[in-house]
């Protein structure tokens, strides 16, 4: 399946990008329908009759590409070698197998399906003998937890799903290699090639050249609204999705399927692959070959959410435990049990899928083999028959062979002059009396075992006892910042429950103690090494929640001073405003964590607070940063309020340490996210929660097996709520294919913006902007060209043709070059832009989605009362300003900023319903919530606002902004498919850009 369009052949030079005036108006609407087609000079290519102007029928192309006798032109292979270890051969060291045959594995869909592996060679390292490097592997066996079985009732066989893992026909090779470009993403991160035609210049801002000829909107491919030149009807690529699999039970049977869309809504049931909440991948069939992969450009990568919330309808994961023997493992490569592993010789041993080690199995886990050749109880144990469970993790598994404590929560407040004035040190201390009560807890446990400790913090600190034996709660002050230390261990950190009486003297006490302070100052870095010390003195792991208010300006370690500088902007230096100060910083990460100490930061800046230094910890320790700039309780209050509870309440792990192992032939080269590596293979997290995503990139080292396909195995290793050593496991399995159509047809346009946005927020660090701006326009391009030299049907040069998967991928790739970090403009607050960055790092598929392509809803279109009545929740549109409507009510909400956009002729009666005055010119501004009024409308809006915020990681303050208002303009500004208020093209110029750019490559 492919897209096709006819694009202005004239193209549209870009020039340098000047930055248009906040107050610009805006560009005028581009309505009318083509009336020409865009092809000027290119006859159409061979055998391919002329198309008529207009619209296109859909076209089905077949898998192998005619176009192979066109020679490329360009420049001969010039990409950087591969890298990755030379593929010495490391022997298998597995006896020979032996036992029945594997051919006739019942399982359905076992990626195993009789033939031998594809060669001897090991890929990765070889593999310590440990069970996470680090924590050596103990010697006596300890009495661990005792035998308890599996945590939840296992239920019987799941239905049996649709036949066995597809097997992609094996075909001829590509055409010859197709030009490699020097920079990209999912390579190596180098300068784009000089010479390269048309480097994207910066962010374009303003379009000059030719007469730009119009196109009808609907004829581009559209998030929301799919072509309708292909699909002869106005349907949409979201709702396509919806309609086809919405609602539906995706099970995970088969291999290398392609999930719905994060949009749509669905219900998972696992059947030995993970749910796609947990894992998802930028293709589901991997390219056979390196040179493969080098030739097309896609990058090779599983986003992985490793405690995504599952929907109340799916089951939790079940805990394995195997008492003192712990999980069973690979001998080799140390992979743990899964549906991979194929049980031989009677059950006796079982080969590894990951390593082909022929393990011997456990005499207390043997299982005789039905006439299949499946184990008996495959339906009775998680580990081998689904993608995703835990196993109870022993003794070797924990620090210092001790088991954990449950972990801790401190709140740090900071108590200078800003805070008190605001309200915002009372606001806490209140809200902290209902918010201890649901602390979070493991399913089936009464209280939880979380313990609290407060620090309040100016120049100096102060610490608590609120020992629950105590009528009053102490303070201790610790003047000397410069070697932190906590003065108390024995009542600092308490049951909340038990201490209740007590910390509740003390929040309501907090406000006063402070009230009359001038003390503007305050110190940071000391308040992180409190909490780190406090927690090595209770041997625990948790989080530190601050609230901060200013710069640390005081004298103490970490001190900060501005270093805002916007000359920098669009030049060589720009990265510098975004890399953090060394020093200190760097190494109170590594502490932080060692052990386990997860910092979340909570920041209310009315100026320049070098965010990409402050928030360096919490980036590196899977924590989170808020900001609320020019905090004001009367407008902020139910945001920040709504943030810090879901903050405080999210299900999270401690303590966490992640490998990705793969099957033989390719492996985790690189990762994303808010984590921190040690080594090239372990990833550590502070804490993980429900809301992190990391990113992973994979290489070849070999050859992939069309027959086996490619497995993957991430093991996270963490600490319960409760204080429980867990591992928890996701497995899924890939496709591989010789044929690049398969590839592109597996392709996951919301996963791959996800890679692209991770890798640009990296290299930005590094590089000028512009360069990676170049890199992701460069290689789009490469990708699409790639596409349309070897799998498209010859047409003319003036269409653009694009993979069905892919339809979208352009405006959301321009959306990207459009955010705050990447678009280089001087609007800007450094801050704003550093925080974005460190936000866009640590997410998931569903965020950068979201993030990238508003949810623009049109509440009201025209008749006040029409569109809200009914039951359905209305459906989305472009996220452009043509699709607002004079008269309308839209909401827009991208996950962090949400706005309800008022048409200038609003109907009085709607004004009424909603906001209950008379008028539109009687709406004041600063409004953040809507009135509560019992009118139909007034009761659909609301929910409808409140379910949206609901499901968000983050709360959102609603902006209300009426059309041709002066705030208006913030708004505009998330209207991604037009021109970038900052700078950027509209979706409609980046389509014609990159189609030129293509259309260079191919000739
Ligand atoms: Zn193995």
Known sequence: MTARMHLPDTFISLHAYVAPGPMQSPPPPTSSVIQQPFQTSPPPAMGQPQMPPGPQLPHMSPPQSPLASMQMSGPPMSGP??????????????PPMSGPPMSGHPMSGHPMSGQPMSGPL????????????????AGPPMSGPPMAGMGRPFPGPPPSGPGGFQQPGLGAAGPPGYPQQAGQFGGHMAGPQPGMPGAFPGAPGGLAGPPQKKLDPDSIPSI???????????TQVIEDDQVKRGGQVYSTNIRGQVPPLVTTDFTVQDQGNASPRFMRCTTYSLPSTADLAKQCQVPLAAIIKPFANLPKNETPLYVVNHGETGPIRCNRCKAYMCPYMQFIDGGRRYQCGFCNCVNEVPVFFFQHLDHMGRRADFYERPELSLGSYEFVATLDYCKNNKLPNPPAYIFMIDVSYNNIKSGLVKLICDELKTLLENLPSEEGTESSAINVGFVTYNKVLHFYNVKSALAQPQMMVVSDTAEMFVPLLDGFLVNYQESKA??????????????????????????????????????????????QSSMPTAEAPGKLKNRDDKKLVNTEKEKTLFQPQKGVYEQLSKECVAQGCCVDLFLFPSQYMDIATMADVPSHTGGSVYKYNNFQASTDVYHFLRDLRKDVQKSIGFDAIMRVRTSTGFRATEFFGAVHMNNTTDVEMAAVDCDKAMTVEFKHDDALSEETGALMQCALLYTTVNGQRRLRVHNLSLNCSSQLSELYKSCETDSLINFFAKSACRAILNQPLKNVREILVNQTAHMLACYRKNCASPSAASQLILPDAMKVFPVYMNSLMKTA????STELSTDDRAHQRLLLMGMGVEDTQLLLYPRLTPLVQDKPTHTMQSLFLPAPVRCSEERLTDSGMFLLENGHSMFLWLGQASPPELIQSIFNLPSLAHLQGHMCALPELDNPLSNKVRSFIDGLIEKRPNSMKLNIVRQKDKPEMLFRQFLVEDKGLHGGASYMDFLCYVHREIRQLLT
């Not at 929301?224 to 106005?234: A, N």
């Open 122 to 137: 090991m890929s990765g390292q070889p593999m310590s003998g440990q069970p996470m490097s680090g924590q050596p592997m």
């Open 81 to 94: 070698p591969m890298s990755g270890p030379p593929m010495s051969g490391h022997p298998m060291s597995g």
């Open 502 to 547: 007590v910390i509740y003297n003390l929040l309501d006490q907090i406000p006063d103690m402070f009230a009359e302070t001038n003390e503007s100052e305050t110190v940071f870095v000391p308040v992180i090494q409190a909490g780190v010390e406090a927690f090595k003195a209770a041997e625990c792991s948790g989080k530190l929640f601050i609230f």
């Open 224 to 234: 929301v609204t799919s072509w309708r030149l292909i699909h002869s009807s106005k």
């Open 821 to 824: 970090p990447l678009v280089g």
